[in-house]
């Protein structure tokens, strides 16, 4: 599962939308945090990357609950199929 935050400008036309993509050990942006843009015109898609301090799930593979730590090397040991980034990038 992959868990998105999405605030839209109360509007029928058409506005420009901002992906926000957290960093390394990170999480998606609050709700308030989103609003700013939104009041000046925006739309806001904030992702929650899978298996970080956020609410996405990293399948199979992931511990129970959300982990913030050792994702660069996760799944190293099973071989490059089972490699955490290649599943968040694809």
Known sequence: KVYA???L???EEKVPLIFHF???MGRGWDWADMLAYT???YGV???DVRGQSGYSQDG???PLGNTVKGHIIRGAVEG???L???DVYL
Request: no cysteine; proline share 4%.
């Open 5 to 7: 935050r999405i605030v």
């Open 9 to 11: 400008p109360k509007t």
């Open 22 to 24: 957290h960093g390394y």
């Open 39 to 41: 009041v000046a015109g």
């Open 45 to 47: 898609v904030s992702m």
């Open 60 to 62: 199979m593979r992931s």
């Open 80 to 82: 490059r199929e089972q």
């Open 84 to 86: 955490f980034y290649k």
